[in-house]
């Protein structure tokens, strides 16, 4: 089995610590102008997604600095987390950028960086690091759907909390939209997922074994 290298451990650890910093920068400065509503920012899928990535970079740099053998559990972590960002970079620019604010935010613009290295500049990276990191442990096609137990656990949580509390954290899961057009999003989002998994496998092998 394949181990990695200390240099691997430092990037993921760096990868790690700006997505913790840029995280911690949108806080303080909203905390700055008294707009900080902290059981709204933590159910962006974004926001989660950015921590348990994180997460997964600093156990899999950790892994690689002690030149460890990854484990099932952490490839599997990773690959989900790699497929997570690139749907946070996808839809966030594709859908939400330049979006209206929301009307308690009038006047208040995010910091212009750590929006960048969230939405767009972390995902290609968390995207490519998957794609170049040969993993120790082989998941095989069906370990993908293992992907969707993520996802599925916060949409769960975002429209429960949702009807309860009447606020969304993203217009496509609103309800008064119609419930189709809810489901409609749903359900390709999910299938994104999928497919992203399912190539994300096959595409880090063919890779290997170029570098081979």
């Known amino acids: 089995m394949l181990k990695t290298s200390m240099g691997l451990g430092f990037v993921r650890i760096a990868m790690a610590l700006a997505l913790f910093g840029s995280i911690f920068w949108q806080i303080s400065d909203r905390v700055a102008h008294n707009l900080f509503r902290p059981t709204e920012y933590f159910t962006y899928f974004t926001i989660t997604s950015c921590l348990l990535t994180g997460l ?3 156990l899999s740099g950790l892994n690689a600095l002690q030149n460890k053998e990854e484990t ?22 594709a859908l939400l950028a330049g979006g209206d604010p929301d009307p308690r935010d ?19 990276l968390v995207f490519l690091e998957w794609l170049i990191t040969r993993s120790a442990f082989k998941l095989d096609l069906k370990s993908a759907f293992w992907v969707l137990v993520y996802p599925l656990t916060w949409l ?21 939209y119609g419930f189709a057009t809810m489901a409609q999003w ?3 989002i999910a299938g994104f997922f999928v497919v992203l998994a399912i190539g994300l496998l096959p595409a880090q092998k063919a890779i290997a074994k170029i570098g081979n």
């Open 72 to 93: 099932k559990f952490l490839t599997l972590f990773r690959l989900t987390m790699a497929a997570s960002m690139v749907i946070v970079g996808v839809i966030y620019n």
């Open 156 to 176: 769960a949580f975002a429209i429960t909390r949702g009807f309860i509390t009447g606020w969304w954290a993203y217009w496509f899961i609103d309800p008064q």
């Open 106 to 124: 009038v006047g208040y613009d995010w910091p212009v960086i750590p929006n960048l290295i969230l939405h767009t500049y972390m995902p290609i």
């Open 186 to 188: 749903i359900l390709t």
């Open 56 to 58: 997964s970079l600093v």
